[in-house]
């Protein structure tokens, strides 16, 4: 009989895609920090999540030409603190392709979200932007003025929260965990930008709530990074609750189908 392919795979294929190392893969992409509201962040920071030091917020907009295969990929996220780790919490993270958002919301609880991402470069002139839902909710614009030092590899934190919403849509399955993602990051070209963060109104994804404040760093450049992944606590679920809505575009999309029978029912 020919194969099952949805059979089960043999212990040397699931071996052979836990070790398998995958190359460096470059991106090239913009990002801008600035100083925000202290009153917004601490509003989108959960438990045991705390305001860092400085109010800022950060987004990232990249593109990554992988061979037949190019990916569009965005963050915007705030500066946090859990105990004495300080990183960034993303608010959220649209994806060009749903392989990048599925593997990243399944594994370490990434508020992925399908999006348009746009990078392109005319001479110095540079511009950035993130889309949902035909709003361009961020754009990043700008002349490049001239490279930077490359600044030496080193690991960056993200905080994620990894959950799955009931099935009797009454909270969750589980307590949900914190997730400490660490981010070793290579850089092999960086160039300062003058320009600037331009954040639109979406009823879909709300960063206009976090103002440019004060622009204090805009850069273009290509970077690689690698990612280990670790729980750091379980949470409070009745915590969390209240937040689940800053993952879907409507939080009772998770829980809007009415009861029916299971069979010849799809979703």
């Known amino acids: 009989m020919a194969r099952v392919r949805y059979g089960a795979r043999t212990g040397a294929e699931i071996a052979a895609a836990r070790t398998t190392k995958l190359p460096d893969v470059w991106s090239t992409g913009m990002v801008a920090v600035w100083e925000t509201d202290p009153d917004a962040v601490a509003a989108v920071l959960l438990p045991p999540l705390k305001p860092a030091g400085r109010p800022l917020a950060r987004v990232s907009i990249s593109k990554v030409e992988l061979p037949g295969y190019p990916l569009g990929a965005g963050l915007f996220a705030v500066a946090a603190a859990h105990g004495t780790v300080e990183g960034w919490y993303p608010l959220v993270m649209p994806m060009t392709h749903e392989r990048a958002l599925t593997g990243g919301r399944e594994v370490f609880g990434e508020p992925k979200k399908l999006g348009d991402v746009t990078v ?19 754009e990043v614009r700008g002349t490049v003025d001239g490279p930077l030092p490359l600044p030496e590899p080193a690991p960056k934190t993200d905080f994620y929260f990894k959950f799955l919403p009931a099935v009797d849509g009454s909270g969750f399955d589980g307590d949900p965990l914190l997730v400490h993602c660490v981010r ?8 300062r930008v003058t320009g600037e963060v331009i954040l639109r109104e979406s009823a879909y994804d709300p960063v206009a709530d976090l103002p440019v404040l004060r622009l204090l760093d805009l850069t273009l450049g290509e970077k690689t990074s690698g990612q280990r992944g670790r729980i750091a606590e379980r949470v409070d679920a009745q915590a969390l609750l209240p937040y689940v809505h800053q993952r879907y575009d409507d939080p009772r999309q998770v829980h809007d189908a009415p009861p029916r029978d299971s069979e010849g029912s799809g979703s």
């Open 120 to 138: 392109e470069r005319e001479g110095p002139r540079v511009r950035a932007a993130l889309a949902r839902h035909g709003v361009v909710f961020v």
């Open 184 to 191: 070793e990051e290579k850089v092999r070209r960086l160039e």
